[in-house]
């Protein structure tokens, strides 16, 4: 803090801003998660997009995934890519649940079409 005289004579102090080098995220005292289970599935979902609907709907999902604060597991991205017959969706958050149906859809019209 520095004192700063005003022209009554009367010494005020004022505060500086420093030139802290964090993020606003850092100084709120909240982190931000990186969400690479959520991001991995949206990249897969990328490599079977067909037409602009299934662009729109990843484009939809990247929002939400930045926009929320779930992820999900390692395991279970790992179900849902290697063995989607045995996944449950009501083990995942409401707002994602969707977009797993989604990439399961694609998944299989990608199979049918080969």
């Keep these: 803090m520095t004192t700063k005289s005003n022209l009554n004579g ?3 102090k004022s505060t500086s801003k420093g030139t802290s080098k964090g993020t606003k995220a850092e100084k709120k ?3 931000k998660k990186r969400k690479t289970n959520l991001l991995r599935l ?3 979902m990328s490599k079977y997009a067909a037409d602009a609907n299934d662009k729109e709907i990843i484009k939809r999902f990247k929002t939400t995934i930045f926009s929320s604060s779930d992820d999900i597991t390692k395991s279970s991205l790992d179900l849902i890519i290697n063995n989607p017959k045995d996944l449950e969706l009501n083990n995942f958050s409401e707002n994602i649940q969707p977009y797993i149906k989604h990439y399961l859809f694609m998944v299989k019209r990608d199979r049918l079409n080969k």
Aim: hydrophobic content about 10%; glycine content about 12%; overall charge positive.
């Design 42 to 44: 949206c990249s897969m």
């Design 29 to 31: 005292g909240t982190e």
């Design 10 to 12: 009367k010494s005020r």
